[in-house]
């Protein structure tokens, strides 16, 4: 299709496989991120050649200008009301599909968008795939009203669960806070390993200044992880060989 050069070829190859899924007159969720952005370019030169008609709701602004940019219409979710499929990168994929999200402070919308979904569909490479989420920072995306406090109450969380030693950083960009799209700010937990990602989204959901975690549990139905030789491995729950995909990276 329409790009090659110098975009990485697996996230390519996983974008492709995920946009050869898509058939005329479905309502699709746009991703965020470096993987969604390609997707979402072989989206629009899928609907540039092909005359799809498709409508599409975008999971940051950013995807939506891109969409836009393009050629793509977006609409609001709730115009469309709800979504066949949709297809969003993610930060880390364990073997029971389990996922972390907003390492670009999408996750908020992107998780409401996936909830809205008949299907949800991960493109990534095979660096996301992981036995044990936590190595990735976790994003929490939390209220600005009382942040110090909420930062406290979640470290009360992570003390609970033993994961009291790690550190929980605001997300700057410079020196200045990040801004999420919908107005709040992030917190990352540098937590190294998930050992229980249930009850661990059950402590911060709990938390009153926590607007939403980074943690998608049992929201992804199938993983496409691209490969640079072009092609791709299909993963759906608990079929996840990761040895294998870090030994074709060595
Ligand atoms: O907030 C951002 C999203 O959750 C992204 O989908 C995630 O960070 C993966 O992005 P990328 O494809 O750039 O690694």
Redesign the pocket.
Same mark, same amino acid.
């Given at each position: 299709m329409s790009q090659s050069q110098g975009v990485d070829p697996a996230?390519l190859a996983a974008a492709r496989a995920a946009v050869a899924m898509v058939e005329d007159g479905m309502r699709l969720g746009l991703?965020? #991120?470096?993987? %969604?952005a390609i997707m979402v370019r072989e989206l629009a030169a899928r609907v540039a050649a092909e005359g799809l008609t498709l409508r599409c709701a975008a999971t940051s602004r950013a995807t939506a200008e891109l969409a836009e940019s393009l050629g793509l219409r977006i609409e609001t979710l709730d115009q469309i009301g709800w979504l066949d499929l949709t297809i969003?990168?993610?930060?880390e994929v364990d073997p029971h599909l389990h996922l972390v999200? #907003?390492?670009? %402070?999408?996750?908020l919308r992107?998780k409401v968008v996936a909830a809205a979904s008949d299907r949800m569909v991960v493109v990534?490479d095979p660096a996301?795939v992981v036995e044990t989420l936590g190595a990735f920072p976790l994003?929490v995306e939390v209220l600005e009203f009382g942040f110090e406090t909420t930062r406290k109450l979640i470290r009360r969380a992570l003390e609970a669960q033993d994961l009291g030693e790690c550190d929980v950083l605001q997300r700057l960009r410079g020196s200045d806070p990040v801004i999420t799209d919908e107005g709040n700010l992030i917190l990352d937990l540098h937590l190294a390993r998930i050992e229980d990602p249930v009850a661990l989204a059950r402590a911060l959901s709990a938390i009153p200044g926590v607007v939403e975690h980074?943690l998608f549990l049992g929201m992804c139905d199938l993983a496409i992880i691209g490969r640079e030789d072009g092609s791709v491995i299909e993963l759906a729950r608990n079929d996840i060989d990761a040895d294998m995909l870090a030994q074709e990276g060595e």
């Open positions: 996230k991703g965020t #991120g470096s993987t %969604a969003d990168g993610a930060d999200k #907003g390492g670009g %402070a999408a996750h992107e990534a996301k994003p980074g």
